[in-house]
């Protein structure tokens, strides 16, 4: 573990702190922690996971967290973002609870000097996070918001069925690193960054246009997650589930990609939302990209205000 945090490639005021995790097959494996202080002193604060081909850029959500009084951690997962080194595979485990050390890591940190704190991921971290969150049960936890959460296999049929499942299951031990066929448009990339049709600006090595490769053992692994989210969790803290209100698929780019869910299926989100726990409140925002807080403009309005009035209504008034 490094003695301090540096500053980020975000700039200053943003840092970052490298947690050293040992070693894995493919060599050594790291986390690292990026840190934006509230503007007061604070014991509250706020972790957040990223998804798939992704990482921590998202410097207005940060901020609208700290605006209200919230210390606000991201982590970069193993193998993702400014975690990734060149020996390894991007984004690749055979079991999310290679995870579990991570957030470990992060938490234990976190929970040095804050007493309170909102546990937030987006998509497939939407799927990591909360099985960790169920199995650590941690005391500090106040709430949990989720954006878009891959609760659920998209996509082919022959995924979802049993048959497919116990084929996957039997390619993902014996051939782990074998690639699953799969076409990605690089339309939502497209439509998030700068450069092309977008207004956020990312490290497209990082995040990637085309995504990453997805291997079997990695897919295996999602889809054990995803049975355990239908089996049923026990998070008892309030939960917010925010998606898209509606899915598309387009051919082309369009006004589509711009207000819609490209990558996952909202119908299963909503599906399974309610397996979290005890208390879950779930809202479907009409004009939302997959993930939601980088959606145009006056829709991301309406997304920080429902986060507001939860955030009012379970977390601080609890």
């Given amino acids: 573990m490094t003695d301090a945090f540096d500053t980020d490639v975000l700039g200053a005021p943003y840092t970052q702190q490298t947690l050293d995790l040992g070693t894995d097959s493919e060599g050594e494996v790291v986390v690292t922690l ?4 509230a503007t007061e002193p604070t014991g509250r604060a706020v972790l957040h996971v990223h998804g798939f081909a992704d990482y921590f850029f998202h410097t207005e959500y940060a901020e609208w967290w700290a605006a209200r009084g919230y210390d606000f951690y991201a982590v970069d997962l193993r193998k993702y973002g400014r975690s990734l080194r060149e020996h390894q595979t991007p984004n690749y485990v055979d079991d999310l609870e290679e995870y579990y050390e991570d957030l470990d890591a992060a938490w234990a940190v976190i929970t040095e000097d804050h007493t309170s704190v909102v546990a937030t991921a987006h998509s497939t971290g939407g799927l990591t996070l909360p099985l960790w969150l169920n199995d650590r049960q941690p005391s500090e936890l106040a709430g949990v918001l989720l954006n878009s959460p891959w609760l659920d296999m998209q996509g082919a049929a022959w995924l979802r069925s049993l048959p497919g499942r116990a084929a996957l299951d039997q390619i993902g031990v014996r051939q782990p690193r074998r690639v699953i066929p799969r076409t990605v448009s690089g339309y939502y990339t497209r439509s998030l960054h700068r450069d092309h049709d977008g207004e956020f600006d990312f490290n497209l090595e990082w995040k990637p246009m085309q995504s990453w490769p997805v291997y079997a053992g990695w897919l295996r692994a999602v889809r054990q997650g995803h049975s355990k989210i239908h089996r049923g969790l ?6 917010l589930v925010l998606s898209s209100s509606r899915t598309a698929f387009p051919a082309e780019m369009g ?5 819609s869910d490209v990558v996952l299926d909202v119908r299963q989100i909503r599906r399974w939302a309610s397996s979290l726990g005890p208390h879950v409140t779930s809202i479907g925002i009409e ?6 807080v980088l959606s145009l403009p006056h829709v991301r309005a309406q997304v920080y205000a429902e986060m507001d009035r939860w955030l009012a209504a379970y977390v601080e008034d609890s």
């Fill in 34 to 37: 990026v840190h934006l202080p």
């Fill in 234 to 239: 026990d998070i008892a803290a309030p939960t």
């Fill in 287 to 292: 004009g939302a990209r997959h993930d939601v």
């Fill in 255 to 259: 006004d589509d990609v711009h207000n």
